[in-house]
T-cell receptor, first 113, second 113 residues
């Protein structure tokens, strides 16, 4: 969707290396989220942010960290990539009120070999 | 524990058949409900949402969903599917006044021409 972009779209990395995924929005939404999508699990929340420098853990946060130094960017870092982190990662944004749901980015397909 | 359950993992239909996908949730408070669709290789898009009022909600592409509070259900329906409805469908729930969506595991729908 317009207003939210993820980079890179695809990445292959080696086990043990750090990886950073970027989510950029132009909607000035307060809330940003990182999910991972795996077959049979749907989307699971990794981390989310409710403002600049304000972040919190989701249900599958182990091995991941995030940073949000400005409203438009939300970075997800895999500190030391493992094969279990091979997944499709989606960023989402929300104005913060529960009425609107989320707008999703196009996803990043990450393969850890 | 709070959860969202989608009963069908994979549904295969012929064109013009009717579709119904089940969704149940276990949250105790007031909830807002969503159905998202993910076409092959794409990101999630909002199909429809329920916040309050008429429990029968109409969305895009001829989809509708019915909220039955007593059954904690929010089933998705379409009277006559098309080949282009082949996609993965996700039910999602958010607690009123919260800002974190929880997703079901998804249902893959394959429509045969």
């Amino acid at each position: 969707d317009a207003g939210i972009t993820q980079s890179p779209r695809h990445k292959v990395t080696e086990t043990g290396t750090p990886v950073t995924l970027r989510c950029h929005q132009t909607e000035n939404h307060r809330y940003m989220y990182w999910y991972r999508q795996d077959p049979g699990h749907g989307l699971r929340l990794i981390h989310y942010s409710y403002g600049v420098k304000d972040t919190d853990k989701g249900e599958v946060s182990d091995g991941y960290s995030v940073s949000r130094s400005k409203t438009e960017d939300f970075l997800l870092t895999l500190e030391s990539a493992t094969s279990s982190q091979t997944s499709v990662y989606f960023c989402a944004i929300s104005p913060g009120q529960d009425l609107y749901g989320y707008t999703f980015g196009s996803g990043t397909r990450l393969t850890v070999v | 524990a709070q959860s969202v359950s989608q009963h069908n993992h994979h549904v295969i239909l012929s064109e013009a058949a009717s579709l119904e996908l089940g969704c149940n949730y276990s949250y105790g408070g007031t909830v807002n409900l969503f159905w998202y669709v993910q076409y092959p290789g794409q990101h999630l898009q909002l199909l429809l949402k329920y916040f309050s009022g008429d429990p029968l909600v109409k969305g895009i592409k001829g989809f509708e969903a019915e909220f039955i509070k007593s059954k904690f259900s929010f089933n998705l329906r379409k009277p006559s599917v098309q080949w282009s409805d082949t996609a993965e469908y996700f039910c999602a729930v958010i607690l009123s006044n919260d800002y974190k969506l929880s997703f079901g595991a998804g249902t893959t729908v394959t429509v045969r021409a």
